[in-house]
């Protein structure tokens, strides 16, 4: 039977939370709803059984622990909630419930009915200060909360094929600002997992960093000339050449939305994902 929708209601609330929080039961997802967001993403359809079962754990965790607000008039309602849980909990799928440490330093996920326009200010080197608007899909604040936007994270189906998940991307952000400071940038290289790939911290560090960097660097080459002198562009979303840290969550993106496609381009950036991803060979 379904719970009443004020029962629901009230479990997602604050003391809602703490109660289960110190109980240590979230509540379980009906099964009806569960398939019916599996029916939306072919790509979570796909998983084997165990896997799609370890998700659906974590799902549950990740909604009693966030908090939800529709801007603008989105109201947002359990199916739209579980959308977005299991896009952002499908990295984790094989690290279990511990997955979810990656996202324990906040709590809100903004979402916004349409792509929205943010006022921007920056300060250049010579002290001259630029105002510009930038439009906005997503956005994830260091420590602060993730912003989407409703209409990419219910047609994420639609962008598989070529590897783009929005929800995948924002979260990827927040993996890698996990263990940093404010004061660092991300930079697409999150904290590595202890005894990664059997190196030793500061090896893996740097196997990692110069894997990624040689990576970006011939993929920001093959956008230039593909911008320039229309030469083919590089399989995966050409936003990815403009930061390492854009360059690490594109690359989540379509490593979990289309790994063959994503190991046939990029084979070597695979085999850190698979470890760090913790993917059993
Ligand atoms: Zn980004």
Redesign the pocket.
């Known amino acids: 039977m379904k719970a009443p929708r004020w029962w629901r209601k009230w479990l997602h609330s604050r003391w809602g939370r703490m109660l289960q929080r110190a109980v240590g039961q979230p509540p379980a997802i009906p099964q009806p709803l569960w398939q019916q967001v599996l029916g939306r993403y072919p790509f979570l359809h796909a998983l084997p059984g165990a896997d799609l079962a370890t998700l659906k754990t974590l799902c549950e965790r990740f909604l009693a622990d966030k908090e939800f607000t529709g801007v603008h008039g989105l109201n947002i309602n359990d199916e739209m909630a579980l959308c977005v849980a299991a896009q952002a909990c499908l990295p984790w799928i094989h690290w279990g419930l511990a997955g979810l440490d990656w996202y324990a330093d906040f709590v809100g996920i903004v979402i916004y009915p349409e792509e929205a326009v943010a006022q921007r200010e920056v300060t250049d080197a010579a002290g001259v200060v630029h105002r510009y608007r930038e439009t906005l899909a997503?956005e994830?604040m260091h420590g602060g909360p993730v912003m989407l936007v409703w209409s990419h994270v219910q047609g994420a189906s639609a962008g598989a094929a070529h590897g783009h998940n929005l929800v995948i991307?924002?979260f990827a952000?927040k993996a890698d600002m996990r263990h940093k400071s404010r004061y660092e940038e991300a930079n697409g290289c999150p904290r590595l997992p202890h005894g990664f790939m059997g190196l030793s911290a500061a090896h893996a560090t740097e196997r990692w960093q110069t894997t990624w960097s040689a990576a970006f660097e011939r993929f920001r080459r093959q956008v230039d000339l593909a911008h320039r002198f229309g030469t083919p562009a590089p399989w995966m979303d050409a936003?990815g050449a403009t930061a390492p840290?854009?360059f690490f969550?594109v690359a989540c993106e379509a490593y979990w939305v289309n790994r063959n496609g994503f190991e046939t381009h990029f084979p070597e950036l695979c085999v850190l994902l698979d470890a760090f991803f913790r993917r059993p060979r």
Do not use: D, Q, S, T
Request: aromatic share 12%; hydrophobic share 35%; proline share 0%.
């Open positions: 997503g994830a991307h924002e952000h936003y840290a854009e969550a």
